[in-house]
């Protein structure tokens, strides 16, 4: 009777250590953001994308010459948490000067990397020594007018759905206003694919949250800074809202997930979207916290099969002293995707109130969250 008692008490144990392993499995896990400033430049690090192994390359919009970083940015198998960053270099071309670099994408078949300028709305391949092959992504002529500053912000190439996928930070001209501090409306954005002939592919619409800064004064900057396509032929969107007092202290930098299944629904649809996580980084006298995360990739898998996510931070340069280069992990398991809501709104009637001088009224009967 003892050792039937002991063999029961053997077989609970296991099951519930496998019923915790399985809940762990499915855990969405914020690590903590981690700095290595003393191993690495400083810089305005604007996009990321995995190279395979412990490899990343890292898009620098102000560096002096156009090209990209290489890291080596090592994480805990167990927990995706980033343990040391190492850098390899900035790969270059000399006499070509830097084109606002922002986004950043790895292609395995070629062993190149693609890169987003701002400055001239192009797209360019790069070896992975830093030199121009000659080819780019043929940009469909709508990308032409963006407003200063807001072109290709979000690059991603996936090698399992063969495809890049880009949009800029905020609403092209064509399509309407972009938010302000004051004008609290949502970017209506073009998500744009290409196949591996670089050609254009489908085309979808989304759209951002509206502004959740309060008051007037200062800046707020709000868009898509960021995304990364998975596996599954989902994408992970990084919506970013920076927010700068008058006087800096106060300001803070919040920051969304939101997933997306864009082989669920029709080309020339207003993507539906999922809330991921989101989180908040701040400037004040007792928190230097403060990190613009402009960059996401995904990177490997862990031990137990759950995906890592590796954002990057925009230091400006570690900016006078304050700031630093933020690097942070975000490890989610395989999602079933379940749009936060099912209504899909009019797409002629949106963009029409985008395009509205009081657009900032009605927006919000657009959410999709």
């Known amino acids: 009777m003892q050792m039937v008692n002991t063999n029961y008490k053997i077989w609970v144990l296991m099951a519930?250590?496998?019923?915790?392993?399985?809940?762990?499995?499915?855990?969405l896990t914020v690590n903590k953001q981690r700095s290595f400033h003393k191993a690495m430049p400083a810089g305005n690090y604007s996009g990321i994308t995995w190279l395979g192994g412990d490899r990343y390359a890292v898009a620098d919009d102000k560096s002096r010459t156009a090209g990209f970083h290489v890291m080596n940015i090592r994480t805990d198998t167990i927990t995706g948490d980033i343990k040391d960053i190492r850098s390899e270099g900035f790969m270059t071309m000399p006499d070509k000067p830097n084109r606002d670099e922002e986004g950043i994408c790895y292609v395995p078949a070629s062993n190149t990397v693609f890169v987003s300028?701002?400055?001239?709305?192009?797209?360019?391949?790069?070896?992975?020594?830093?030199?121009?092959?000659?080819?780019?992504?043929?940009i469909p002529s709508v990308f032409g007018i963006t407003y200063g500053n807001r072109g290709f912000e979000a690059l991603t190439y996936n090698a399992v759905t063969h495809r890049f996928?880009?949009?800029?930070e905020n609403t092209l001209k064509s399509d309407g206003e972009k938010p302000n501090i004051k004008r609290k409306i949502a970017n209506v954005l073009r998500l744009q694919s290409f196949g591996d002939d670089l050609q254009p592919c489908e085309q979808y619409w989304y759209m951002t949250d509206s502004s959740a800064v309060k008051g007037r004064h200062g800046k707020s900057t709000l868009g898509v800074s960021g995304m990364t396509a998975l596996d599954n032929g989902q994408i992970v969107i990084l919506e970013r809202e920076v927010r700068e007092t008058p006087q800096y202290i106060g300001s803070f930098v919040h920051v969304k997930l939101y997933l997306v299944?864009?082989?669920?629904?029709?080309?020339?649809?207003?993507?539906?979207?999922?809330?991921?996580?989101?989180?908040?980084?701040?400037?004040?006298?007792?928190?230097?916290?403060?990190?613009?995360?402009?960059?996401i990739c995904k990177g490997p898998r862990l031990a137990d099969g759950r995906q890592v996510l590796m954002l990057v931070a925009d230091s400006q340069?570690?900016?006078?002293?304050?700031?630093?280069?933020?690097?942070?992990?975000?490890?989610?398991?395989?999602?079933?995707?379940?749009?936060?809501?099912?209504?899909?709104p009019d797409l002629a009637a949106l963009l029409s109130v985008a395009q509205s001088a009081d657009a900032g009224t009605v927006s919000r009967a657009y959410l999709l969250q």
């Open 16 to 27: 519930l250590m496998a019923a915790s392993a399985e809940v762990s499995a499915q855990q």
């Open 165 to 168: 996928w880009a949009t800029t």
């Open 317 to 344: 340069n570690r900016y006078k002293g304050l700031l630093r280069d933020w690097f942070k992990t975000i490890v989610i398991p395989d999602i079933d995707f379940v749009p936060s809501h099912t209504a899909q």
């Open 117 to 138: 300028g701002e400055a001239d709305g192009q797209i360019l391949e790069y070896t992975l020594d830093g030199q121009l092959t000659g080819r780019r992504l043929a």
């Open 261 to 295: 299944n864009p082989s669920l629904q029709q080309p020339g649809d207003l993507l539906q979207k999922q809330l991921i996580t989101e989180f908040r980084t701040r400037l004040n006298m007792t928190n230097l916290t403060y990190a613009n995360y402009e960059g």
